[in-house]
C-alpha cells in the first residue's frame, strides 16, 4: 500500500480502490496531503485487520472516502462545470466528506 496525495486521486479517480485514509486531523488537509487506499477487506477472513494499512493501525488514520465515491465526486463536479480546477475539486471532496452529499457549484 502506497501513500498517495488527495491531488493525485482527484486526477485519476478512476484508479483508486477501497477505501482511502487521512490523518485524523481534516483542518491541515490539503491536495498535497498523502493518505493511503486499504486492500479489498473480502480477501481477508472476517476477524483479520490485515487489509488495513499500519498508518490506520500505528497512527490513527481515519477511514475517509470509498475509491468509488471519489470518482462519483470527481465526475459531478465535471458535470456541473465542465472543467473544474484542481481546488473545486478538493472543495467538493471535502464538501461530500463532510456532508455526505454533493456540494453545488
Known sequence: MDLISIRDILSSPENNAEWFYLPPDKHCW????????????RNFTPES????????KEEGWIEVLD????????ANANAQLGEPSM?????????YYE???FISF
Not at 485487520?49 to 490506520?56: E, G, M, T
Not at 473545486?88 to 471535502?94: C, G, P
Open 30 to 41: 490539503t491536495l498535497d496531503t498523502m493518505g493511503i487506499f486499504s486492500l479489498d477487506a
Open 49 to 56: 485487520d490485515d487489509f488495513l494499512p499500519k498508518q490506520v
Open 67 to 74: 475509491g468509488g465515491t471519489i470518482e462519483e465526486i470527481v
Open 87 to 95: 481546488y473545486d475539486l478538493f472543495r467538493a471532496f471535502i464538501f
Open 99 to 101: 456532508n455526505d452529499g
